[in-house]
């Protein structure tokens, strides 16, 4: 099995946008994070490139897997190489506990400032190398896209095993992915079994059935950890999808983690991108109407940060506001009802973030409009 689909729904187009207005707003996305003003993408050397988490200044694995899967989205395969020449040199281990990881995040000269791993790096990295893979063909090392993609997933699955120092990835009794290796919770954006499908048929053979439990396992956790009022989903859980306890010595970053929140609004994303390339769980379409109608019929939750059941956490601001609401417009791809053309326009009329925080909000703004527009795809 090869995993390729034939057709992918324009919901954009579906919505009177017509196909000169949709290739234009792409392109001038593309221009703006990558090259404008206020991009995100910065070239290194004559061979290099990374994106920035202008938020934050400082490059991450989020952030450099993103933007590889944008560049072979977009085909654009020299800012594909460019990015993942850096990410090689700066960011994956060699040798030791988290060898074939990479340090989730580094300064934008390359000098690490953490040597841990965010597996929803490697999980993004692997299938951007897969697509790239069968989108451009294989050339000589590291630019043997499908040999690099497998070997980060040898040791999501395997590494801790057979007397290799280190953590897996993927906790192996429940077959979820972990928030880091070493930690026995999850985060639910890290979700994502329209990838796990794909690494089902393209891993490494011994793997192929893991990753599709892996599916199942994921779309099983999400149904419990989703909220079913709101349709709204937590920072972080632990696997069975209830609340890790507060961290009193956090301070509000210790109650953040229990709300809907920053990394919490790749869920309705993840969510209709899955069934929009597999459609095996109708209950993705139900969870995202009900998001939707929560949303547009409930002023909270564009004014306040929310626990998933409605409730107001107020103490810290809105950090992504433009993701969160680009995020509402992507569930759009699944969902069918009364506000699901409302959220595209929506959309549509929201420009990009400009002020430091645009990197993460841009990202989901970007994924969106390639999700809305029937061209974010199965290579």
């Not at 729904?9 to 003003?37: A, D, H, T």
């Not at 393209?202 to 709101?230: C, G, H, I, M």
């Not at 107001?312 to 506001?321: A, G, Q, S, T, V």
Request: proline share 6%.
């Amino acid at each position: 099995m090869t995993g390729k689909k034939d057709k992918y729904r324009n919901v954009l187009q579906e919505c009177g946008y017509s196909e000169n207005e949709i290739e234009k707003r792409i392109n001038e996305v593309w221009q703006e994070m990558f090259f404008g003003p206020d991009r995100i993408y910065f070239e290194s050397g004559k061979d290099m490139g990374y994106m920035v988490d202008t938020g934050n200044n400082d490059v991450r694995t989020e952030g450099m897997s993103y933007g590889m899967m944008m560049a072979v989205q977009m085909n654009n395969k020299e800012i594909f190489d460019r990015i993942w020449r850096w990410s090689l040199k700066y960011m994956q281990h060699k040798s030791g506990i988290y060898k074939d990881y990479f340090a989730w995040s580094c300064k934008p000269d390359g000098t690490r400032n953490a040597q841990g791993p965010a597996p929803d790096g490697e999980e993004y990295f692997a299938m951007a190398l897969f697509f790239a893979s069968h989108r451009w063909g294989d050339g000589k090392p590291p630019f043997d896209y499908g040999s690099q993609a497998r070997k980060i997933l040898r040791a999501c699955v395997h590494k801790g095993s057979s007397g290799e120092q280190g953590d897996p990835m993927w906790d192996p009794e429940t077959y979820l992915i972990k928030f880091v290796p070493e930690t026995p919770f999850t985060d639910p954006s890290y979700h994502l079994p329209h990838f796990y499908e794909l690494f089902a048929r393209w891993a490494d053979e011994e793997d192929r059935e893991f990753w599709a439990k892996a599916a199942e396992a994921s779309r099983s956790y999400l149904r419990k950890v989703v909220n079913p009022q709101t349709g709204l989903a937590p920072n972080i859980s632990n696997f069975d999808g209830t609340p890790l306890p507060v961290d009193e010595s956090r301070g509000n970053w210790g109650v953040l983690h229990r709300c809907y929140f920053s990394d919490a609004y790749r869920v309705a994303i993840n969510l209709a991108l899955d069934w929009e390339w597999f459609k095996k769980d109708p209950w993705q379409v139900e969870i995202l109407n009900t998001l939707q109608s929560f949303v547009f019929t409930d002023r909270r939750a564009s004014e306040y940060v929310l626990f998933p059941d409605g409730s107001i956490f107020d103490k810290e601001p809105i950090m992504h506001p433009v993701g969160m609401k680009a995020s509402w417009a992507c569930a759009s791809l699944a969902a069918d009802g009364e506000f699901s053309r409302e959220a595209v326009k929506r959309f549509w009329e929201m420009p990009l973030r400009k002020d430091k925080r645009r990197y993460y909000d841009n990202c989901l703004y970007f994924f969106t409009l390639l999700a809305l527009s029937g061209r974010y795809r199965i290579w």
